[in-house]
């Protein structure tokens, strides 16, 4: 099941349609301040708007190939609004709290480079996540005790943001066994300041509660 656009669909009939609402982005900015959701079922994500605006079905398309440059997902043949992954696992936990952070992004935002580095926010010390046969390794380049302490609060971020598993030897690994760098790559920014993304993920909720009306979305 595609676009319904055209149908005017009740709340109550998308989700029989797409499945359970994943997430919520009350207000997108780039693009007349519509409201957009993430639903799933089964194994196939949707990305839909009750928006009746010209051109929104293009920037569902827009947002879609987003997924598939940022998160890794795959367009079903011949749709424009629903995606899935390869390894045959939703990662709900992690598309949930990204969603947000991908339909926020212009359509021209990429990665800057291939490695999966950035200089944390609460400390001098450069991250740096290594992939090793799937499993993921956090690395400072220090490692006196702050490093220490920090590196336990960045491996609870993916832990918390990702769903990612977190072993005896601070190897972080994603419930397929497989290769997710995209995944790792938008997660790693949030996942070094645990407290500010509390507080941010708390705004956006009050924010989404005061601009949308049944199941969250708006009719414009």
Known sequence: MQSTNNLNPTP???TEYFGDCVSLFPIDKQFNDISVGLYLKESTYTIW???HLPETSSRILSICEQFEKLLGLKLLENSSNQL???CGSNHVQPLKFLFAQVVSKPSDYKFSDNQIQIKDSKS???ITVENINNAYRVNL???DTKAKIRLRMINAGFVKYG???????NSLSFSCGKNHDKLIKMLLPYSRNLTSIEAMLEAESQRGQMTTSTLGFSQT
């Open 84 to 86: 899935f992954f390869e």
């Open 141 to 143: 380049n220090s490692d």
């Open 163 to 169: 769903g990612l598993h977190l072993d005896e030897n």
């Open 124 to 126: 001098p010390f450069q």
């Open 12 to 14: 109550s009939q998308i």
């Open 49 to 51: 708007s009750f928006s």
